[in-house]
């Protein structure tokens, strides 16, 4: 774990209150002086903080983006990266493209590993086991919170030791113990000072030699270059993409093929697409009336 700079420790403080509460899975602060936490067992609630000023805020982000070597300034306004020495992901939109001026969200995750136990039973553990092992791709689907990382993370625990694994993410969240690793970092917001594309990053992954890709996201952008990988011999890969359902998944990634150029009709767009990703896992989180969550996920077999 690195340590934090004594400047932006001390510009932390602000949020230190917040980021030692216990249970709490999100910081959100909507504007200045006005912060909104989740907690697993009571939700959302709204907590008044004098300390919260705008000057405050915005000197901590541009301390949190110069040493995360990215922009933040009056014409670069939105940043996301990887809080330090937390390893939380955090979100900053300010200036006029947010009405109240500033508005921060933080993404709380602990590193409790949670079992596959969690989603599956016995047999279905075995089943995607042995699919790990018989290096399947699979696709992991959900909405926000509704547990892809923490299940693409249950997955990678999976993964044998002596297998050399490459990831990309946009912020640090993914909990890698087999020791012959490299972790990519990719600007969601492309607010870093290199100005790297997602296509610079799949270059550069395959000559990296990685067993397995592990990708954070699969989006508009990188959905096309994450088949091109995957369809070039590198199964075995992991991704997330946000989808609310097995079929909106599916739809997602032919869109985003369409998008990125490729021709030809949709059922052909989604052959190609479709050919080298062997499974999909759809997870859900469910709040009951007492605010109790659950987690649950369903695997459907593309090619089956
Ligand atoms: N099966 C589970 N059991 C308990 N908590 C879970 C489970 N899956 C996810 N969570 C919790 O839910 C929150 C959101 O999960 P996360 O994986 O970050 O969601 P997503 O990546 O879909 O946005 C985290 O706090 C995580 O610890
Ligand atoms: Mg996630």
């Not at 009056?74 to 809080?83: H, N, R, V």
């Not at 699969?218 to 359902?245: K, P, Q, W």
């Amino acid at each position: 774990m690195k340590n934090l700079s004594a400047l932006l420790s001390k510009n932390l403080e602000i949020l230190a209150p917040y980021l030692k509460k216990k249970n709490i899975v999100e910081i959100s602060i909507n504007k200045p002086q006005e912060v909104w936490i989740e907690t697993t067992n009571k939700g959302w609630s709204c907590i008044k903080d004098k300390n919260l000023t705008h000057a405050r805020l915005m000197s901590l982000t541009k301390i949190l983006a110069t040493e995360s070597h990215q922009d933040f300034d009056e014409e670069t306004p939105i940043l996301s990266l990887s809080l330090p020495k937390y390893n939380y992901r955090l979100q900053v939109i300010s200036g006029a493209a947010v009405d109240s001026g500033f508005a921060l969200s933080i993404r709380v995750t602990t590193e409790v590993e949670i079992p596959l136990s969690s989603w599956f039973d016995k047999t279905t553990i075995k089943a995607l086991k042995s699919h790990i092992k018989d290096r399947k791709t699979i696709l992991v689907s959900g909405g926000t919170g509704s547990g892809k990382t923490t299940l693409l993370n249950s997955l990678l625990r999976e993964i044998d030791n002596n297998d050399r694994i490459v990831t990309l993410e946009d912020s640090k969240e993914l909990i890698i113990k087999q020791p012959n690793h490299i972790r990519l970092l990719k600007s969601k917001t492309g607010t870093d000072v290199a100005k790297l594309t997602y296509k610079d990053f799949i270059n550069v992954i395959m000559r990296l030699r990685p067993d397995r890709i592990l990708l954070g996201e699969i989006d508009v952008e990188n959905t096309a270059n994450f088949l091109r990988l995957i369809n070039t011999g590198h199964d075995g890969s992991f991704a997330t993409i946000h989808a609310n359902t097995i079929k909106g998944a599916i739809s997602a990634i032919v869109l985003n093929c369409q998008l990125a150029g490729f021709q030809g009709t949709e059922d052909a767009v989604a052959k190609y697409a479709l050919s080298h990703i062997d499974l999909i896992i759809q997870v859900d989180r469910h709040i009951d009336e007492n605010n109790n969550r659950t987690f649950s996920a369903e695997i459907k077999e593309v090619n089956a």
